[in-house]
């Protein structure tokens, strides 16, 4: 019996995923081209300060960068967050590495933000999505299947890039920022969770949704706060905060179920 509600169960997955690949080929057919144009690389607050070009663009990056570091570094100790495997705390690493890699990449691309220096400010931010999301995928679905969804992630951002670069096409980017912000609030209620404070992955969607409003309204928000700071930059403030809710995550959660 418990035999046939384990394959039930692998079916219904298998499924779930198969409707999934099938509605983002739909979405990618039905999507046009979105190319590159000179607006991206124009944001509200462009100031000068002390020879540093874009000033508050690239300095409100190092927050991030003191984080990243800080995660990586507790994440291979062992003995600080609770995470129950080996191949669970490589991911979670391999996540912080990549949110240690958006500070320096998008600091770089911020110094002078054109087309050929954007590729390092979003390829390390896929990178680091592709981490978080399979490492959601392990805690709730199983390990081998993170695994898999890391490395065919990782496989998609770099066609992303590539496709970025080659055929001035931004929608496998734009697009693979957009449905781990989906996917994640849908799974926490679909999947049974292995640890404890599951809300806390909740939370931290709702901040990325935050960041991505106040780099939208980008300038709307410089004029609101009387040309103190952009909503660029606070996009970037607000970033920090994710994977700080995370981090809180990992030190306060206990182990729920075992995952095989």
Same mark, same amino acid.
């Given at each position: 019996m418990v035999w046939m509600n384990h394959q039930l169960l692998r079916v219904k997955q298998t499924r779930m995923w198969v409707a999934a690949f099938i509605c983002w080929l739909c979405l990618m057919s039905a999507t046009p081209r979105i190319p590159h144009s000179p607006k991206h690389h124009v944001f509200g607050d462009m100031r000068?300060? #002390?020879?540093?070009?874009? !000033?508050? /663009? =690239?300095?409100?990056?190092?927050?991030?960068?003191?984080?990243?570091?800080?995660?990586?570094?507790l994440c291979l100790s062992g003995n600080f967050f609770v995470i129950s495997s080996r191949a669970e705390?490589?991911?979670?690493?391999?996540?912080?590495?990549?949110?240690?890699?958006?500070?320096?990449? +998008? +600091?770089?691309?911020?110094?002078?933000?054109?087309? /050929?220096?954007?590729?390092?400010? !979003?390829?390390? *931010? $896929?990178i680091a999505y592709s981490s978080l999301f399979a490492i959601f995928i392990m805690e709730r679905v199983?390990?081998? @299947?993170? #695994? *898999?969804?890391?490395?065919?992630? /990782? #496989?998609?951002? #770099?066609?992303g890039a590539a496709c970025d670069r080659a055929f001035n096409d931004l929608r496998?980017?734009? $697009?693979?920022?957009? @449905?781990?912000?989906?996917? *994640?609030?849908? $799974? !926490?209620? $679909?999947?049974?969770?292995?640890? !404890?404070?599951?809300?806390?992955?909740?939370?931290?969607?709702?901040?990325?949704?935050?960041?991505?409003?106040?780099? =939208?309204a980008d300038y709307k928000i410089y004029q609101a706060s009387r040309y103190l700071i952009s909503g660029h930059s606070l996009e970037h403030l607000c970033s920090v905060i994710f994977p700080i809710l995370l981090a809180l995550m990992l030190l306060f959660r206990r182990s729920k179920t075992p995952r095989y």
């Open positions: 000068n300060f #002390l020879g540093v070009p874009n !000033t508050l /663009n =690239v300095i409100t990056n190092y927050p991030l960068l003191v984080v990243g570091v800080l995660g990586f570094v705390v490589l991911v979670w690493a391999l996540y912080y590495a990549g949110m240690t890699s958006v500070a320096f990449g +998008s +600091s770089y691309y911020h110094l002078k933000p054109d087309d /050929n220096r954007v590729i390092w400010d !979003t390829l390390p *931010i $896929m199983g390990e081998m @299947i993170g #695994l *898999i969804c890391l490395f065919a992630l /990782n #496989l998609v951002a #770099l066609i496998l980017c734009l $697009m693979f920022q957009l @449905i781990p912000a989906i996917a *994640i609030p849908a $799974m !926490t209620f $679909m999947f049974t969770p292995k640890y !404890t404070h599951s809300r806390y992955w909740l939370w931290a969607t709702g901040v990325y949704l935050l960041a991505k409003f106040e780099y =939208v």
